[in-house]
């Protein structure tokens, strides 16, 4: 079993940046992709961002790309979304999921855990 830990959220101006953190627990050995996904108020949760155990990455889209840097570190079971340049429309839970492997990469379907979540409120 493996349990995910997301922290780092807050409340934060337009333009602002924040660090979010994801640690896991458990049998995170087999862990072999680690993504960060939100869900802003009556929407549905979508990905933003995913990372292999190699570091391999892949984000949503252009506008997230460029903003967003999804990164991790094995030794420490650790997973990160740095995020710069906060827009509005950013303000979201962000939720952290781990996958053992296969499935796709940008549906909710292709992870195995995922964490309690943590807020991110951008004010302008």
């Known amino acids: 079993q493996v349990q995910l830990a997301e922290s780092g959220g807050g409340l934060v101006q337009v333009g602002g940046s924040l660090r979010l953190s994801c640690q896991a627990y458990g049998l995170t050995s087999d862990l072999y992709r680690m993504a960060w996904f939100r869900q802003a108020p009556a929407k549905e949760r979508e990905f933003v961002a995913a990372v292999s155990r190699i570091n391999v990455s892949t984000y949503a889209d252009d506008s997230v790309k460029g903003r967003f840097t999804i990164s991790r570190d094995n030794a420490k079971k650790m997973a990160y979304l740095q995020i710069h340049n906060l827009k509005s429309e950013d303000t979201a839970i962000y939720y952290c999921?781990?996958?053992?492997?296969?499935?796709?990469?940008?549906?909710?379907?292709?992870?195995?855990?995922w964490g309690q979540g943590t807020q991110v409120t951008v004010s302008s």
């Open positions: 999921a781990a996958s053992m492997g296969g499935g796709r990469w940008t549906t909710t379907s292709g992870y195995d855990y």
